[in-house]
């Protein structure tokens, strides 16, 4: 397809990096950027990009990776509880600044003879390009005026997040919970330059009230930082930013919001980068998302014959990618909200945790790129020395540990299906508050459960009537799925992230269940305190219960 002219909204790091791909593959076409914003008015510290989307950069255009890989700074990273750590390498992962990219995209989208207009407001109704890219972020008017065409929705996070700076550069990237007075507060900070680390720290609605940070969000104007915050999290993380002070660059506190459209485009525009997803900051950076975006348009224009059929192709190829990336995404967001119930594990333990949550990362992958603190976890987790622990078979190893809940004694973590019937009950139907005793002792209580999210509503149900049944004399709770099939994987992963809250919060012995064909996550959720045993069930055996307990 020939194209005559593409109009770029928005001079991020997606528009200004489609504007390159678009014109070098366009030569003839005009290709302009729109930014309201000054490049001299830029803001933001550091952003990370990984390998995976390094060598995706490489394959596109290696000319502009390779002045990006020259301003970056490479990294491992540590996972840090008190005096203890455990550090993962991390491969080509880097950091970079974000107006030092930004610069670098700019000189590169100008050399492919792209036309750069800044502090210009416009919108896309005013452009009468071939091909339209929005790419004006996560606050998009675009999608704004466009959302009941493109089917646009926004979730809010309930926790609370802000990004700040140092002056001075961390050794590695790190993971650090800090508790003060009024609770816990968590850091993901990684070094982007010699001289500077981004800080970002999160925290739970309760503890940014306790603090009085409701009140400092308030009192703070959009063009300035929360002064008060800044102040109080330098102290709480003194240790770890070793002297220095915390950088501010209209720094305040934020609700992460997760951006889904049912469809990316309409007519001749398309939306790109955070305008059109996002995904939660702990799996990786919108700049990674729009940068990969703009490589899939560029392919998916170059291959058709119109706009609308390229607009559809490209969709068709990268919306599988990004929402894959999106449902990694809600777990890991998932698992750093509820990050402070887990600061009893010892760090290299932890880190297991963290390196399995979403399900991208097997227990046994791990093992193989970072053997030494995949054993040291593992120990750790058995109460065993780090030289008895075997790397080979890791999944049958831990499968294979024993262990001692109560005054019972399991002889290894992994129970046979056939044993479902002689440890478990369905409970009674009678109310939640009552549940009634277990019909014989250390009975289990059979509970099939498709929720989805471990920390809604319904999952607050089913902790609260745990507790009662714990509280009856039940011994716990056995968590099966219902008999469908769909995204099977998904939710065993989920099942082991409420099975980690029962743990918690019941004390009563949680048992997991699933397929032999995800006996790597099983095995992964046993190191990570997510279940106490597993069954792993035959690719025939189904839930033979019904639902015991409310939904």
């Known amino acids: 397809m020939k194209l005559d002219s593409v109009a770029v909204l928005g001079g991020g790091p997606g528009g200004l990096y489609a504007a390159r791909l678009l014109k070098l593959a366009h030569p003839h076409a005009e290709v302009a950027v729109y930014e309201q914003s000054l490049p001299e008015t830029t803001f933001g510290f550091g952003v990370a990009l990984a390998s995976r989307t390094q060598r995706n950069l490489e394959a596109a255009d290696p000319e502009t990776l390779a002045d990006i890989l020259a301003a970056g700074l490479p990294h491992d990273m540590r996972m840090v509880v008190g005096e203890d750590s455990a550090r993962v390498r991390n491969g080509a992962v880097m950091g970079i600044a974000r107006p030092g990219l930004l610069a670098i995209l700019r000189h590169h989208a100008e050399a492919a003879g792209v036309t750069l207009h800044y502090g210009v407001r416009a919108t896309v109704d005013?452009?009468?390009?071939?091909?339209?890219?929005?790419?004006?972020?996560?606050?998009?008017?675009?999608?704004?005026?466009?959302?009941?065409?493109?089917?646009?929705?926004?979730?809010?996070?309930?926790?609370?997040?802000?990004?700040?700076?140092?002056?001075?550069?961390?050794?590695?990237?790190?993971?650090?919970?800090?508790?003060?007075?009024?609770?816990?507060?968590?850091?993901?900070a990684y070094p982007y330059r010699a001289d500077r680390s981004t800080i970002l720290i999160e925290t739970d609605q309760r503890t940014w009230r306790a603090a009085g940070f409701d009140a400092s969000t308030e009192a703070t104007p959009p063009d300035q930082s929360d002064e008060a915050s800044l102040r109080y999290l330098q102290e709480a993380f003194a240790d770890h930013l070793d002297g220095h002070r915390l950088i501010g660059n209209r720094t305040r506190w934020m609700r992460f919001r997760t951006v889904h459209c049912e469809r990316w485009s309409h007519g001749n525009v398309v939306?790109?980068?955070?305008?059109?997803?996002?995904?939660?900051?702990?799996?990786?950076?919108?700049?990674?998302?729009?940068?990969?975006?703009?490589?899939?348009?560029?392919?998916?224009?170059?291959?058709?014959?119109?706009?609308?059929?390229?607009?559809?192709?490209?969709?068709?190829?990268?919306?599988?990618?990004?929402?894959?990336?999106?449902?990694?995404?809600?777990?890991?967001?998932?698992?750093?909200?509820?990050?402070?119930?887990?600061?009893?594990?010892?760090?290299?333990?932890?880190?297991l945790a963290?390196?399995?949550?979403?399900?991208?990362?097997?227990?046994?992958?791990?093992?193989?790129?970072?053997?030494?603190?995949?054993?040291?976890?593992?120990?750790?987790?058995?109460?065993?020395d780090p030289g008895d622990v075997p790397l080979e078979d890791v999944t049958g190893w831990v499968l294979d540990q024993p262990l001692q809940h109560g005054g019972r004694r399991f002889a290894s973590r992994r129970l046979d299906p056939d044993r479902r019937a002689a440890l478990t009950a369905v409970p009674g139907s009678g109310a939640a508050e009552h549940p009634g005793p277990p019909p014989f002792d250390g009975a289990l209580a059979l509970l099939t459960t498709s929720i989805g999210d471990p920390w809604n509503h319904d999952a607050d149900v089913l902790v609260k009537h745990v507790n009662e049944l714990v509280?009856?004399?039940?011994?716990?709770?056995?968590?099966?799925?219902?008999?469908?099939?769909?995204?099977?994987?998904?939710?065993?992963?989920?099942?082991?992230?409420?099975?980690?809250?029962?743990?918690?919060?019941?004390?009563g012995l949680t048992v997991v269940d699933g397929p032999v064909t995800v006996l790597d996550d099983l095995a992964a959720g046993v190191v990570a305190g997510r279940a106490d045993l597993v069954c792993p069930l035959p690719e025939t055996t189904r839930p033979l219960s019904p639902l015991g307990g409310p939904r």
């Open 126 to 188: 005013e452009f009468t390009a071939d091909l339209v890219v929005a790419a004006d972020g996560v606050s998009s008017q675009t999608r704004s005026s466009l959302a009941e065409q493109l089917g646009a929705s926004v979730d809010v996070a309930g926790c609370l997040y802000l990004w700040a700076g140092a002056d001075f550069a961390l050794d590695t990237a790190i993971f650090a919970p800090v508790t003060t007075p009024h609770g816990t507060f968590v850091t993901h």
């Open 271 to 351: 939306l790109l980068g955070d305008a059109a997803h996002t995904a939660h900051y702990s799996v990786g950076s919108g700049t990674k998302l729009a940068m990969e975006d703009a490589i899939a348009l560029r392919d998916a224009v170059g291959d058709a014959a119109t706009v609308p059929e390229a607009l559809a192709e490209y969709e068709r190829v990268r919306r599988p990618q990004v929402e894959r990336l999106q449902d990694l995404a809600r777990r890991s967001q998932l698992w750093w909200d509820s990050f402070p119930q887990r600061t009893h594990l010892p760090a290299h333990q932890l880190m």
């Open 471 to 507: 509280r009856s004399g039940w011994a716990g709770c056995w968590l099966t799925g219902p008999d469908d099939a769909v995204d099977e994987r998904g939710r065993v992963l989920t099942r082991l992230d409420l099975g980690e809250r029962l743990r918690a919060e019941t004390g």
């Open 354 to 384: 963290y390196m399995t949550r979403t399900g991208n990362v097997a227990l046994p992958r791990f093992a193989g790129t970072n053997p030494d603190t995949a054993r040291r976890g593992l120990a750790e987790f058995a109460g065993v």
